[in-house]
């Protein structure tokens, strides 16, 4: 069984940094690319970034370029999202997400509280 | 800056059949944008439909069915139950890594 966890949400004052990880297991994780998604409450989702399976392309939304990095350890089969600088409008339910020709595993989400 | 589309809302009555579309701002849509279905009830991860535009996810019953329509990516629900009565939200892949997606349709069974 597929199973992606998030972990490493929380509050964070404006300017401040959060590392959120993405446990996964039930597949081959080398075989897969992975995406952080995310969604303020009451509205629709965003992709935030994504990382191919070998670690070799990393993108990223234009809002969060060169505040968010995106990481995958292969040896804990462990998907991260470094986020800096972080802004009120970051405000959100972040997802991990398995990328197989579709966003098709998701995680149950992590919330990431950044006040005003 | 590439837009995905979709109808801000929909209704169909119930045993009834509806299509969602999802299409894009500018170019045109193949199967190579992998467009990707959800519903989404509140407080929940979304739950995927369709993936790779027309395989269904694994559980999801065959009143599911993901195409290509023209330009567009389809999802057509067929014998619709109250319990359709959900947010439906789509993704398509662009290119160099990057996904959008769109903005949702409130589908309402009545």
């Known amino acids: 069984e597929v199973k992606l966890v998030e972990s490493g949400g929380g509050l964070v004052q404006p300017g401040g940094s959060l590392r959120l990880s993405c446990a996964t297991s039930?597949?081959?994780?080398?075989?897969?690319?992975m995406n952080w998604v995310r969604q303020p409450a009451g509205r629709g989702l965003e992709w935030v970034a994504r990382?191919?399976?070998?670690?070799?392309?990393?993108s990223y939304v234009d809002a969060v370029k060169g505040r968010f990095t995106i990481s995958r350890d292969s040896a804990k089969n462990v998907v991260y999202l470094d986020m800096n600088s972080l802004r009120a409008d970051d405000t959100a339910v972040y997802f991990c997400v398995r990328d197989n020709y579709g966003l098709d595993y998701w995680g149950q989400g992590n919330l990431v509280t950044v006040p005003s | 800056q590439t837009v995905v589309t979709q109808e801000p809302s929909f209704s169909v009555s119930p045993g009834g059949t509806v299509t969602l579309t999802c299409g894009l701002s500018s170019g045109s849509l193949s199967t190579s944008h992998y467009a990707t279905w959800y519903r989404q009830t509140p407080g929940q991860a979304p739950r995927t439909l369709i993936y790779n535009t027309d395989t269904r996810s694994s559980g999801v019953p065959d009143r599911f069915f993901g195409s290509i329509l023209g330009n567009k990516a389809a999802l057509t629900i067929t014998g619709a139950q109250a319990d359709d009565e959900s947010d439906y939200f789509c993704?398509?892949?662009?290119?160099?890594?990057?996904?959008?997606f769109g903005g949702g349709t409130k589908l309402t069974v009545l």
């Open positions: 039930g597949f081959v994780f080398d075989s897969f690319s």
């Open positions: 993704v398509l892949y662009l290119a160099d890594g990057i996904w959008v």
């Open positions: 990382i191919k399976h070998d670690g070799s392309q990393r």
